[in-house]
């Protein structure tokens, strides 16, 4: 049964569905303990107490990203969980120094996908979630000592960076492979739902860009540590920046940022290209049998 893509798919999303069933109730019991009443929950009020923000933040994270992709490797493949998600193996070196490279190189097409992002006029509706999104985190992002920094980090950089890769890549992108071959298709594919289900429509596009370098990294590599360590690195950059640098959330509204120009544009695209083939033929050339010539 287990073979049939269809029925694993079908399994994942029942996982899914009922950690998040479980992380909503965790989260109002937590709620609860924080001091929050019934009716400031079923209200929706839940906002403006950072430590608490944090601490639904885990759990989100937790419940969403983290249980439901070991729970589904566990069942489909028990003892072999780790190796199924690319997770046995540590990484190479050069590869995660590539992987993140690429996240710099390709800041311009990230902050060029945003400005033609910025050109759609959002619904009402999605203008309220992104204002919502952005207190929430300028709450968490207020950082007054050491140990909140190091919590910041753990929620915003590592907790996300493996628990959604581990979902995203390690399950989605690889079922994907069953459906539309092991290729660019599944990477694509993957990326939109990444990015749908931020529920943050403001970098809908954005997000993508940064899902697709996170997929193809997997797809070359075939170990899921490289596009952990990437979303980390890209996660916890304006996490250390706040802190160290006084950096304010303005800085980090890609709003702010000057247009891209064109030559510019251009370079991160001959530069990503370049180094994204380079790691193709690398990983490529791993993969196939000495010669016997």
Not at 42 to 64: P, T
Not at 128 to 156: C, D
Not at 165 to 170: D, L, V
Not at 224 to 252: E, K, R, S
């Amino acid at each position: 049964m287990m073979e049939n893509s269809f029925i694993r798919i079908l399994i994942f999303i029942a996982i899914f569905l009922g950690c998040l069933i479980l992380g909503t109730l965790a989260t109002a019991l937590a709620a609860l303990a924080w001091g929050l009443s019934v009716n400031d929950i079923l209200g929706g009020m839940m906002g403006g107490d950072a430590g608490l923000l944090r601490v639904m933040a885990l759990i989100n994270h937790i419940f969403l990203f983290l249980l439901p992709p070991i729970v589904f490797a566990l069942i489909l493949r028990s003892r072999g969980w780790a190796d199924y998600l690319g997770l046995r193996k540590p990484p190479v070196w050069w590869h995660v120094v590539l992987g993140i490279a690429l996240l710099f190189i390709a800041y311009p097409i990230v902050q060029k996908s945003y400005e033609i992002n910025n050109l759609i006029p959002l619904p009402d509706w999605a203008g309220q979630m992104e204002n919502s999104t952005e207190e929430v985190l300028k709450e968490i992002l207020t950082m007054n000592n050491l140990g909140t920094f190091i919590l910041n980090v753990v929620i915003i950089g590592l907790l996300p960076g493996v628990a959604e890769e581990m979902t995203f890549r390690g399950v989605l992108q690889q079922e994907s492979y069953s459906w539309v071959g092991r290729g660019g298709g599944a990477v694509w594919i993957t990326a939109i739902l990444f990015s749908l289900l931020h529920f943050q429509f403001e970098g809908f596009f954005p997000r993508i860009v940064l899902g697709a370098l996170l997929g193809y990294a997997f797809l070359w590599t075939k170990n899921l540590w490289v596009p952990i360590l990437m979303h980390f690195v890209n996660n916890a950059t304006p996490v250390f920046g706040m802190y160290f640098f006084g950096d304010d959330m303005d800085t980090l509204d890609p709003s702010s940022a000057e247009p891209v120009t064109w030559w510019a544009l251009m370079l991160s695209v001959i530069a990503t290209f370049g180094i994204g083939y380079f790691l193709y033929l690398k990983t490529r050339q791993q993969d196939e049998p000495p010669s016997i010539a």
